[in-house]
């Protein structure tokens, strides 16, 4: 499990190993895939499963329980300046 709060959008990733469960704890979260938008608000969750590119966007800062590996990159396959160092996991 890793808690998170973020705003605004964060990068367009994903996962090639794992499935990701977003549950959002305060706030509303949109996680934009290449086909649809899913739009949560406190106490509903979703699961991106492996290989599924999303989008995790918060208008307003959201407050979100993730819970996935503890390998999983923050930034999946893209990297970059967002992505969590590992001793931060």
Request: proline share 4%.
């Amino acid at each position: 499990m890793k808690i998170a709060k973020f705003k605004g959008e964060f990068v367009w990733h994903k996962h090639e190993l794992e499935d990701e469960l977003f549950l959002v704890v305060k706030g509303n979260l949109l996680i934009k895939l290449r086909d649809r938008e899913l739009s949560l608000e406190s106490g509903e969750f979703v699961i991106i499963p492996k290989g599924v590119e999303h989008l995790p966007t918060a208008l307003d800062e959201v407050h979100v329980v993730l819970i996935e590996p503890k390998s999983t990159v923050n930034t999946g396959d893209v990297g970059g300046e967002r992505t969590v160092p590992a001793q931060w996991v």
